[in-house]
């Protein structure tokens, strides 16, 4: 079995950024298939475009754009490529950066598919600040990752403790709406009143429901910014913007730049 080391994955890599115990690399992915291989370092894989298929000893992965999964250290899984571009954004964490910032992996062993879009967020942060100030943005990368890990460790928290009925079905019914809703709406489809949806929603999602909200619709925009036949306006309509100007107010809010910015970073 194929053991990879710092820097290398299957592909053609586009940029590699090394900083103080953090590798970053931007690589679009050329093998339809790659045998069962392990990386040496415990790393973050975020595609960008396109699709892969990864499987590992336990679960089998189906990734877009916007998928997120992390893998500990020699943690063996394969991939399979459907036709098509497909590129990834990978962060690779050496013993020694997860010692600096006290972060044990003992609770992340193997791998994450993580559906969370606060996490997502905070990659396409990450992603962003590798493309703005490589060269002296180390120290806002380590923070946002620092940052990451510890919303991985308050949602893996929160995942443990018993869950009303409704939760599950908030995140549904926020990830299929075509356009806003009110609370009151939000509080008849779930079957509960709506100050208990707005004074309990944050215990189990770390966050306000307008947030929530808001980093759902953004990160479905982020995962279509790719798509040079989408243009912003139509971007805006598919992710419940009541236009492009609305939308555009929503991103500069959590990425700091415009679509069109990212987009051409992109």
Same mark, same amino acid.
């Given at each position: ?7 290398? !994955?299957?592909? $053609?890599?586009? =940029?590699?950024?090394? +900083? ?53 250290? /020699? ?9 098509? !571009? ?7 964490? =050496?013993?020694?950066?997860?010692? &600096? ?7 992340? /062993? ?11 967020? +905070?990659?396409?942060?990450? !992603? ?5 100030? *490589?060269?002296?943005?180390?120290? $806002? ?14 949602? *893996? ?14 995140? =549904? ?51 279509? +910014? ?6 912003? $306006? =139509? ?5 419940? !913007?009541?236009? *492009? ?6 991103? &500069? ?7 069109? *910015? ?5």
């Amino acid at each position: 079995m194929n053991n990879l080391k710092t820097g290398q !994955f299957y592909g $053609t890599t586009n =940029e590699t950024i090394r +900083l103080n115990g953090l590798t970053l690399t931007d690589t679009e992915y050329t093998h339809e298939k790659v045998d069962w291989h392990y990386h040496e370092n415990a790393y973050f894989t975020f595609i960008l475009e396109g699709r892969v298929i990864e499987g590992n000893k336990k679960e089998t992965y189906h990734c877009s754009a916007g998928s997120l999964l992390f893998h500990n250290w /020699q943690e063996s899984h394969y991939n399979i490529k459907p036709n098509g !571009f497909t590129r990834g954004f990978h962060i690779e964490l =050496e013993q020694d950066w997860l010692c &600096k910032y006290e972060i044990s992996n003992a609770g992340i /062993q193997g791998s994450i598919n993580f559906a969370d879009p606060l996490i997502k967020m +905070l990659m396409y942060n990450l !992603f962003r600040e590798s493309k703005l100030d *490589q060269h002296n943005g180390a120290l $806002t990368i380590d923070m946002l990752l620092v940052e990451l890990f510890s919303l991985m460790n308050n949602i *893996q928290l929160t995942s443990d403790r018993k869950k009303p009925i409704w939760v599950e079905k908030v995140k =549904e019914l926020l990830y299929e709406a075509h356009e806003d809703l009110n609370l009151i709406d939000m509080a008849k489809a779930l079957n509960i009143h709506p100050v208990h949806l707005s004074r309990d929603f944050a215990k189990y999602f770390n966050c306000k429901l307008g947030d929530y909200r808001r980093a759902v619709k953004i990160e479905k925009a982020l995962s279509l +910014l790719p798509r040079t036949d989408l243009s912003l $306006t =139509e971007i805006a309509l598919q992710c419940g !913007f009541a236009d *492009q100007s609305h939308f555009i107010r929503s991103f &500069k809010s959590l990425q700091h730049i415009s679509p069109l *910015q990212y987009r051409r970073l992109l």
